[in-house]
């Protein structure tokens, strides 16, 4: 047995986000979101379902909260609901949607819990959809707004913020695919998108800054590592793009550089772009994204194999093939590759150095039920977390300034496009009572953050 232990201050958390498990979608004056309004258009979800219930979330968080301090858990990452907020988008406050996100932080707080409040997972105001969304300027103006609503209502608590979580989907997945809300294929409304989200980001940090003192302050951004398919020409220049489009994209900007040059010339030369470029940038604009931040979320699930060949349903981006038949995969049909986090992180901290490195999700898909006894026992996402625990370990080893790990997710809950579908969470939730059990999972987990430290044979 070996035994891999971990930074005394290292941070071990878990994740979830505010319509994937809150529920009380009509309740106590929050307005339409922009999932309210897909997930309720036929043929969007699979399954059919929504987010109305979800884990009850908003009527059981003390339970919930109970649940994590029972397992050991010093560290949780929510997302705040826009339109529980200020349900017109912009303009007028919602006292209650403000009350419960305090009484949420207060009693984690009381639990010896550091809340993480994401403030952009993805569910915009519907109102601010019908205006063209993150496709117009106005949006990322009236997240600033939104933003320092929250800031100044929950600053004096809560001491770590994330701007948004995962931009690529909240453009990309959302606005060009057209498989996450809006459900947009638009290609030239989700460069927008990109941009007014990373502007949004810029604009909102020193407005935080000033509500919060002493808050650190960062952006999560869902990551993937890759490898050409062959060492063909063809399929490595498609890597090269893949690249650009899911990662650099993103981070070049964030970091202090222009949208990646190359980009910008395939989005021309494939019509994505006028031949002016990116239109949507003026003066100042690259400024205000490339703010220095505290840290970095990096979200890791899975690399890309890429191959050149085009696939018409993904708007002619390279092929991203994520087979490897003698592999592992999870039920959402993703690789199970641990080194990809390693590779990630280091490839992050050697290309941009960020000051500090949250990995604000990581997490599997398993459908494992209660056994007879009731215990579910999920050994392939214990070992999965496992895995990518030590491979987070091993870049840490080389280098790079990894401060915390939230798994993904706490509870089971709705997965977007999937609906009920697909189970992350580390504590099974029967949708029908609402019970909560604990995987093995969990209760392992409660074991590594109790040593601080993994034992691998
Ligand atoms: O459930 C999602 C989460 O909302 C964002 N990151 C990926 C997870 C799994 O798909």
């Known amino acids: 047995m070996t035994n891999i232990s971990f930074p005394k201050e290292f941070a071990w958390g878990v994740a979830t986000s505010s319509y994937q498990i809150e529920g009380a979608a009509m309740e106590d004056g929050r307005g339409e979101s922009i999932w309210d309004r897909f997930s309720k258009t036929p043929g969007k979800v699979r399954d059919g379902t929504n987010g109305d219930v979800a884990c009850d979330h908003y009527h059981r968080f003390r339970e919930d909260i109970a649940l994590m301090k029972g397992l050991g858990i010093k560290h949780y990452r929510f997302s705040v609901a826009w339109p ?19 009484r949420l932080v207060d009693a984690l707080l009381e639990a010896g819990i550091e809340p993480y409040v994401t403030l952009y997972h993805w569910d915009l105001p519907q109102v601010l959809q019908d205006e063209g969304g993150w496709a ?14 929250v800031a100044r209502s929950l600053g004096d608590r809560v001491k770590k913020w994330i701007t948004h979580n995962e931009p690529w989907c909240a453009s990309m997945l959302s606005y060009q695919m057209g498989i996450h809300a809006p459900g947009l294929k638009d ?23 000033a509500a919060s003192p002493g808050a ?4 999560t951004l869902n990551l993937t590592p890759w490898v050409p398919a062959s060492p063909s020409d063809a399929d490595r220049d498609a890597a090269r793009h893949f690249d650009g489009y899911f990662n650099r994209w993103f981070l070049d900007p964030l970091f202090g550089h222009h949208y990646p040059a190359d980009m910008i010339a395939d989005h021309i030369a494939a019509g994505h772009l006028p ?17 220095k931040c505290d840290f970095l979320g990096i979200n890791y699930y899975n690399r890309a194999v890429v191959r050149s060949d085009k696939v018409p349903e ?71 977390l496992r895995d990518h625990f030590i491979a987070a370990r091993r870049a840490m080893e080389q280098g790079a300034p990894v401060a915390g790990y939230f798994v993904w997710s706490l509870m089971d809950n709705f997965e977007w496009d999937r609906g009920y579908s697909q189970r ?22 409660r074991g590594v953050i109790a040593e601080n430290a993994l034992s691998v044979s």
Not at 84 to 102: A, C, H, M, Q
Not at 136 to 149: D, H, L, N, P, Q
Request: charged content about 25%.
């Open 216 to 219: 650190e302050v960062g952006i």
């Open 275 to 291: 031949p002016e470029g990116l239109t949507v940038v003026k003066p100042g604009d690259l400024q205000e994204i490339a703010v």
């Open 136 to 149: 117009k300027r106005s949006t990322a103006e009236a997240f600033v707004e939104y933003a320092g609503v």
């Open 424 to 445: 992350f969470g580390i504590v099974w939730v029967d949708y029908k009572t609402q019970q909560r059990i604990p995987k093995d999972s969990a209760l392992w987990y």
């Open 187 to 209: 290609y030239r409304a989700a460069l927008a998108a990109s941009h007014h989200v990373l502007l949004s980001h810029g604009l909102a940090v020193p407005v935080i800054r």
């Open 84 to 102: 529980r907020i200020i349900p017109g988008g912009r303009g007028k406050v919602n006292p209650p949607g403000l009350d419960f996100y305090g």
């Open 314 to 384: 993904a708007q002619n981006e390279p092929r991203t093939v994520f087979v490897a038949p003698e592999k592992e995969w999870t039920e959402m049909g993703w690789e199970v590759y641990p080194d990809g986090l390693r590779e990630i992180l280091m490839r992050v901290h050697l290309d941009y150095r960020p000051r500090k490195i949250y990995i604000t999700e990581n997490g599997a898909s398993y459908s494992t039920a209660p056994g007879e006894d009731g215990r579910v026992r999920d050994e392939k996402r214990l070992s999965f």
